[in-house]
């Protein structure tokens, strides 16, 4: 226990040296802010802490519609960019160094001739790097949950979700970075390594949720989609709906890879807040951009196409994941010469 | 009753992928409280029979122990010190702090690490330095806080590799100094060198390895052992006294004489005395370790060992794999 709190307190000295710890740091700092500085009053709302004022009937100070969209440019906007994206960017490229830098020769002879054995200190390594975006996301988490609170009096709690949360996505590919990492030892290639992972999986999920929507949620909703309008068509009544095709590859595809998009989409799951009272819980920014409210048909396809996989799936599915792509970094950070 | 030997190990074996045999049947005993020197050229091996003591790498078949335990007992190393070849901390730590994590890595009592780091910056002369980070440091001030680092938790015994690789004559003679006060604290002090000089200073016994094997092991008086007496004559010799000093298998070379050993000394100065030459020096000659060094390896290439069709013919020795530790 106490080495792992050495290893973990060098990961933390290691960070806290590094330049890029700090502009991560600061960035999730500035985009927190960024989330604060969005405020209401009586006429309407501010951006910059009042720098830029919009007068606007609806969202004004205490009205439930304000509520929504304070909550909704979180959703849409944070959590689907910064935190889920962003945030896990700057974390691969800042955390790739941890591997290569243990195993290079005169500082990795060190550790080794220590009484502490190498999965140990492997998987203390490993956590370190974890640690790393456990912290980033706690900053700016924090900044958010007072930010809500502050600004439309909603103390949520469950915002607290978004930070194992993140850090569980950051592990599913810091794993990768730690097996590229202890195979060749350099930072670079964990780097575009992890990323090209990152796109595979990425690509993969998106194959399969098109798949699914397209092949199983649409149809059976009597809906077809016509590729020439990219508009949707009613499908005649009594049609059954075809034999998926395209579906069974998506998922013989998307399955082995870690979920980084579905995971990240957990947090929508998992971070609940309080009906605003204002009725537009369903209007998300699409359809803002749209101009119109979803139909109730459109809003049980989404509903249903969202939660096509079970919170354990992702979750269980993910964890497969990070166990073999880390026995195999380990197996060979365990066997090797140095 | 402990062992005499802090290291007893026989036929280590390593061979890497691709077939190179970095060593080859490795025997070596290291005895308790002494400064013992392992020399030999550049990819002899050295490094890798201590990367396998220290677990660092597994050797493919290895006999014997240290300190009492099989060798790759981890917990063993509790009670080992290790300075690597090229060691490398990390920059953002200060030497204090290298210390501090080396010690925790080891299992050191956090209270007791604190007290012990001063202590050993003190012994390493890196106390006003403490405080700095290791990126500001120069070679020897690396090594320093290195020495230091391999000490944080008392070892019974110290591996060094190249410990004064890049250090200054100043720093030298402070590291030897230090190695010598180890060794007085009944520590066993493992150096790996290839800088006889320096081990000549220091060394109780050594042993000599060249391509994967130890082709010669002892305390260093025996492995420096005596080659004979020489005395200096002044004037030339008769032809009398010189037909009767061939006879007695005396050399005679630029007024010098030389024999093999202290019993044909004593019938030299007789015949030289009875002769009225006068005697103006005797000394005991002594062979240095690079002499002997060079002996020992006379005949093979550097680097590990490649096949007996790429090795060099190598002379009958007899110091091959002598065993002469008392």
């Known amino acids: ?338 | 009753m402990s062992s005499p030997y802090v290291i007893d190990i026989s036929n280590v074996r390593k061979t890497y992928s691709g077939g190179v045999e970095a060593l080859r049947g490795v025997s070596l005993k290291v005895p308790r409280g002494e400064i013992f020197g392992l020399l030999g050229p550049n990819g002899a091996g050295k490094s890798t029979l201590i990367k396998i003591l220290m677990t660092i790498i597994r050797a493919s078949s290895c006999q014997g122990v240290m300190l009492g335990q099989p060798v790759g007992h981890k917990a063993t190393l509790a009670k080992v010190g290790y300075l690597p070849e090229h060691v490398r901390f990390p920059e953002y730590l200060t030497g204090r702090q290298v210390i501090h994590y080396s010690a925790g890595l080891a299992g050191v009592p956090t209270r007791y690490a604190k007290k012990k780091t001063e202590e050993l910056l003190e012994f390493v002369g890196m106390k006003t330095w403490a405080k700095k980070p290791m990126k500001t440091f120069s070679k020897g001030m690396k090594q320093r806080i290195g020495l230091a680092q391999a000490l944080v938790n008392d070892p019974d015994i110290v591996f060094l590799d190249e410990p004064t690789d890049g250090v200054d004559p100043k720093g030298r003679k402070e590291m030897r100094e230090a190695l010598r006060e180890l060794a007085s604290e009944g520590r066993t002090v493992f150096v790996n060198s290839h800088l006889l000089g320096e081990l000549e200073m220091i060394c109780d016994s050594a042993a000599v390895m060249t391509q994967g094997e130890i082709v010669l092991q002892g305390s260093l008086s025996e492995l420096i052992q005596s080659d004979g007496y020489t005395l200096s004559v002044e004037g030339d010799l008769s032809v009398d006294l010189q037909t009767k000093l061939e006879r007695m298998q005396v050399k005679h070379e630029n007024g010098e004489l030389t024999v093999e050993n202290k019993h044909l000394a004593q019938q030299l100065i007789d015949t030289l005395r009875a002769s009225e030459v006068n005697i103006l020096s005797m000394y005991k000659n002594k062979q240095s370790l690079e002499d002997m060094f060079l002996d020992a390896v006379e005949g093979m290439g550097p680097g590990a060992y490649q096949g007996e069709s790429k090795k060099e013919n190598k002379p009958n020795k007899e110091v091959v794999n002598k065993e002469v530790v008392s």
């Open chain 1, 1 to 338: 226990m106490k080495t792992l709190w050495v290893i973990l307190l060098d990961s933390y000295r290691m960070m806290n040296a590094r330049k890029l710890f700090w502009v991560c740091i600061a960035m999730s700092l500035m985009v927190g802010l960024g989330y604060a500085s969005v405020e209401f009053d009586e006429t309407g709302y501010s951006i910059g802490f009042g720098m830029i004022h919009f007068e606007n009937e609806f969202l004004t100070k205490g009205s439930p519609m304000a509520q929504w969209f304070y909550v909704m440019i979180f959703n849409e906007f944070f959590v689907k960019l910064w935190l889920g994206g962003g945030a896990i960017l700057l974390a691969i490229v800042a955390t790739a160094s941890i591997f290569p830098e243990l195993t290079k020769e005169g500082a990795i002879e060190v550790t080794l001739s220590k009484p502490v054995g190498r999965w140990t200190i492997f998987l203390a390594k490993f956590f370190g790097g974890c640690l790393f975006t456990f912290l980033q996301s706690l900053l700016f988490v924090t900044i958010v949950f007072i930010a809500v609170g502050l600004r439309v009096e909603v103390w949520n709690v469950t915002l607290f979700w978004a930070v194992p949360l993140v850090t569980f996505v950051f592990s599913m590919l810091f794993c990768v970075s730690a097996l590229i990492g202890v195979m060749f030892r350099s930072e670079i290639f964990a780097i575009i390594g992890t990323l090209m992972l990152w796109c595979l999986s990425w690509s993969a999920q998106s194959f399969e949720l098109i798949a699914y929507d397209l092949e199983v949620v649409k149809p059976n909703a009597g809906y077809k989609l016509n590729m020439q309008t990219a508009q949707l068509e009613k499908l005649p009544k009594g049609t059954k709906p075809k034999e998926p095709k395209l579906l069974p590859i998506a998922q013989v595809l998307e399955k082995p890879l870690p979920k980084t998009r579905a995971g990240a989409e957990l947090l929508k799951r998992f971070i609940v807040f309080p009906d605003s009272g204002s009725g537009l819980e369903s209007i998300d920014f699409e359809s803002l951009r749209g101009g119109r409210s979803q139909s109730s048909v459109l809003q049980s396809m989404n509903k249903e196409l969202n939660q096509r996989h079970s919170t354990a799936y992702v979750i269980w599915g993910s964890l497969a994941f990070i166990t073999v792509i880390l026995a195999i970094a380990g197996f060979l950070f365990v066997r090797k010469d140095y």
